[in-house]
């Protein structure tokens, strides 16, 4: 939201807009708390009516936000009446369904940029590889050298720069990995750069819960190809112990006959 769309609000409230950026902050931080997932992601129309059912237990001092303003849920009638009275059931209904269909078209969206750059050293040629899904702007860069195995990842969108010419706003890359994660793009990015270098494997350099969870997808369908996350205390629903024990990065395409289909640590 913009300063002058902040002062427009706070002197004219747009009681829509303040239900529709509290029930978000309450979904998010409540009802969606702990996925990995998009909030909303179509996975919630399976469970609908009891995801909106779980907003009655949510804890009292659960913080809402309300004009860029963080409000507890158990004070919001009293500080925002007209918009507590707004939250009911069939609201939330509606306003879920209408989202789920609003993210679902750009996670759809099958437009990707690519851009591919060398550069050297004293030693040897690097190049990069920038892969972008026009419609959201996420995006990753992988990077490798000459004669290499096996290449770098980096998929914050936010230290990426833009590859599309159309996106001109500043800080769009960090608004898009705030927007879009979740949905499956990312995946996409890291399928697609494979086919380009299928001789090439992916190794891990930092990780969230979210790449983490992204990972361990890719590593499920493909584990000599994508690593997953190595760290068995930090990660233990989303690193491969297999790998971890016998030292991925080394292993030649055969060993991975022997890879456990399913391996949680």
Known sequence: ??????????????????????????????????STRHAFHREVLNDLDALIARTD??????????????????????LHPRVARRLTKDWMRTYVVAEVGRVAAVADSTGILTVCREGSSSTRRERQLTMQHRASGLRALFIWTDGAEIGRVFSKSYSVPSIDPDRYWAGEGLEA??????????????????KLRPELRWGITALTDQSAALRRKLHSVDP???????????????????????????????AFRWHPTVDRA
């Open 177 to 194: 990995v705030h927007e879009w994660e979740g949905l499956g793009i990312t995946t996409r990015l890291y399928t697609e750069a494979a």
């Open 57 to 78: 237990s949510t804890p009292v001092d659960t913080l809402v936000t309300v004009n860029d303003i963080l409000v507890r849920w158990d004070e919001l009638p009293r």
């Open 224 to 254: 000599w190809r994508f690593a997953a996350a190595r760290d068995l205390e930090r990660h233990p629903g989303f690193a491969c112990r297999w790998c971890v024990e016998h030292h991925w990065a080394a292993l030649e395409r055969t």
């Open 1 to 34: 939201m913009s300063l002058l769309e902040r002062i427009r609000t706070r002197l004219v409230p747009d009681v829509e807009v303040e239900a529709e950026e509290a029930f978000r902050s309450l979904w998010k931080e409540s009802v969606r708390a702990g």
